[in-house]
Nanobody, 122 residues
Framework: VQLQASGGGLVQAGGSLRLSCTASGLTFSSSGMGWFRQVPGKEPEFVAHINWISSSPTYADSVKGRFTISRDDAKNTVYLQMNSLKPEDTAVYHC????????????????WGQGTLVTVSS
């Protein structure tokens, strides 16, 4: 299984980015997908999850109303649209797949991809 995240970069506070994560080697259409972020010295922080049955999303309180998770099963891809970015959103963003339904902890997922760095300048 491979999860390839992309779309990170440097953006000013208040700006937007869209992250993508393309999966291979798993049945994407029956996999819950999550986004986490991690800064050095800290454990991964839950950002968002999208259910594979209903595509219903869940969000961390810190990003609710600013971030939107979505999925395209035809492309085996999950997206994270990030608007109104803040400096505290700076982190490496990882996607994760499978595992415990609707999990908000990184160890609840079966697969974990390499991240993409998001830097928000003030």
């Amino acid at each position: 299984v491979q999860l390839q995240a992309s779309g990170g970069g440097l953006v000013q506070a208040g700006g937007s980015l869209r992250l993508s994560c393309t999966a291979s080697g798993l049945t994407f259409s029956s996999s819950g997908m999550g986004w986490f972020r991690q800064v050095p010295g800290k454990e991964p922080e839950f950002v968002a999850h999208i259910n594979w049955i209903s595509s219903s999303p869940t969000y961390a309180d810190s990003v609710k109303g600013r971030f939107t998770i979505s999925r395209d099963d035809a492309k085996n891809t999950v997206y994270l649209q990030m608007n109104s970015l803040k400096p505290e959103d700076t982190a490496v963003y990882h996607c994760a797949a499978g595992g415990i339904p609707d999990s908000r902890t990184y160890d609840g997922y079966n697969y974990w991809g390499q991240g993409t760095l998001v830097t928000v300048s003030s």
